[in-house]
């Protein structure tokens, strides 16, 4: 496993998969280890994947400071990898929480990023809000299946503020575009790797300024692909419609039938999707 040493002596681990043009890819949780983006979904058959493992996740370091694992001190170590990697300017991909990365990233050194591709990208960063009846409306779309009664009677307790564990639990279906065993094992396995410490020191005080992020975004020259999923209620579709349109030069993606995580749900449509906006 290849590695480097950030700016204050920690070692991070990365894997790389795939030939060709390298993209950085940040995964989200947050701080959950980039195994959980698997190879997402072939596209290392069509780029070559730098996947950074976060602090104290996977095979890199656990700081003996949780405050490094807040997300405005976790650019330094993307920094750290562009200039390990020997890259003048770096395509990135942010999935999930590490989407606040990379526009952060992105905000602080617009000279070293290229194209920026944001999947189903947390909304924190930027301070847009997220209403209650956007996760209620596009949940109502899975009215069909077999688990909904009881996810959606989760989902009102999570927006109401009063949900339990179980109520959290029985959300979980709604984070998937199919509810089958793939989707369970994914689940699984990050509740395996979950990192609660890290993951609540990641958005700390501090963390984000959504004004400033967003007027360096406003002012970001390089092409932006936004890809949401249809049926996704951690990131619905008007909020990924406002988060698009605070670029100059930015395309919303919609994957039909698509939850958080695209590449599980229809791996040929998200590669496809991706691997044409890199070019």
């Not at 617009?110 to 990208?121: F, K, M, Q, S």
Request: glycine letters at 12%.
């Amino acid at each position: 496993m290849p590695s480097l040493t950030s700016h204050d002596g920690a070692v991070l681990a990365y894997h790389v998969y795939g030939d060709g043009s390298p993209l950085i890819c940040l995964p989200g949780g947050p701080m959950l280890p980039s195994a959980r983006l698997g190879e997402l979904g072939g596209l290392s058959g069509r780029k070559r994947l730098v996947m950074l493992d976060p602090r104290g996740a996977g095979g890199s370091e656990t700081p003996a400071d949780t405050s490094a694992y807040r997300c405005d001190r976790l650019v330094d170590d993307v920094e750290a990898l562009r200039l390990h990697l020997g890259l003048d300017r770096i395509d990135l991909l942010g999935h999930s929480a590490g989407a606040n990365l990379a526009v952060r990233y992105a905000a602080r050194h617009p000279e070293h990023t290229g194209r920026l591709v944001l999947i189903t990208p947390s909304t924190r960063a930027v301070g847009i809000e997220i209403a209650g009846e956007w996760r209620h409306d596009t949940a109502r779309l899975r009215a069909g299946e077999p688990w909904f009664a009881r996810a959606y009677a989760g989902l009102e307790a999570a927006t109401a503020g009063t949900a339990t564990a179980d109520d959290w639990e029985a959300i979980t279906p709604f984070t998937y575009g199919r509810w089958d065993a793939a989707a369970q094992a994914h689940h699984a396995a990050d509740e395996e790797r979950r990192n609660d410490e890290a993951a609540a020191a990641f958005g700390a005080e501090g963390a984000f300024d959504p004004a400033a992020t967003r007027a360096a975004l406003a002012a970001f020259e390089g092409p932006v692909l936004l890809l949401a999923g249809e049926v996704d209620v951690a990131a619905p579709l008007p909020a990924m419609t406002g988060y698009a349109g605070l670029f100059k030069n930015a395309t919303l993606t919609v994957q039909p039938g698509a939850g958080h995580f695209p590449w599980l749900d229809d791996a040929g449509y998200f590669v496809s999707a991706v691997a044409t906006f890199l070019g």
